[in-house]
């Protein structure tokens, strides 16, 4: 029940286009969702997060939906540029603040195409 | 901007020997957490740590792992007696009362 499903493992799109990463969770009392990203040889960096109260988030390009119902929230990242090729984890956690414990998905590899 | 160093980058080790991570957190954070990739599988946690004690600890977290924070500005993983499953990359993060993580670049560590 902890787990958060990522999908898909990988994922191409053609620069200008539009990334989607999406992630499913099992525990309804989780209620924080960040997403990371990755590039090779570096540590996860907070992209964005969102928490239930609210079904979208933006934040330039990046945009977070949120469906409670569905248990299922999603990355999309708009305008898809080569320099945004790196891994996206989706992550979970119950309640804010320093002490929660960050539940990840697997991960998405995703490349931009020039 | 302030970033989580961890050295050293690449660690190889035998199997049943010890090894010592090491971090040095972002100078103002009061959290401090280890977490673990295995190759092409998820970040999982591992530890967190606060007020010079351990908040919360995975199952992965066995008596073999043990923490510290010697001196201030070190915060160190040590695994007494590695196995070969332990090989994996090893992320240390902190943060400050916000909450937000910050990751380190990582140590990885192969186990023979």
């Known amino acids: 029940q902890q787990q958060v499903k990522q999908s898909p493992q990988s994922l191409i799109v053609q620069k200008g286009g539009i990334s989607i990463i999406n992630c499913a969770y099992e525990?309804?009392?989780?209620?924080?969702f960040p997403w990371y990203q990755q590039f090779p040889g570096k540590g996860p960096a907070l992209l964005i997060a969102?928490?239930?109260?609210?079904s979208e988030k933006k934040e330039g390009r990046f945009t977070i939906s949120f469906n409670k119902s569905a248990k299922q929230f999603s990355l999309h990242i708009m305008d898809s540029q080569p320099g945004d090729s790196a891994t996206y984890f989706c992550a979970a956690s119950i309640g804010g603040g320093s002490n929660y414990k960050l539940t990840f998905g697997k991960g998405t590899l995703l490349t931009v195409n020039p | 901007e302030p970033e989580v160093t961890q050295t050293p980058s690449h660690q190889v080790t035998q199997m049943g020997q010890e090894v010592i991570l090491r971090c040095v957190p972002i100078s103002n954070h009061l959290y401090f957490y280890w977490y673990r990739q295995i190759l092409g599988q998820k970040v999982e946690f591992l530890v967190s740590f606060y007020n010079n004690e351990i908040s919360e600890k995975s199952e992965i977290f066995d008596d073999q792992f043990s923490v510290e924070r010697p001196d201030g500005s070190n915060f160190t993983l040590k695994i007494r007696s590695t196995k070969l499953e332990d090989s994996a990359m090893y992320f240390c993060a902190s943060s400050d009362r916000t909450g937000g993580r910050y990751f380190g670049p990582g140590t990885r560590l192969t186990v023979t």
């Open positions: 525990n309804t009392a989780f209620d924080y």
């Open positions: 969102i928490r239930p109260d609210v």
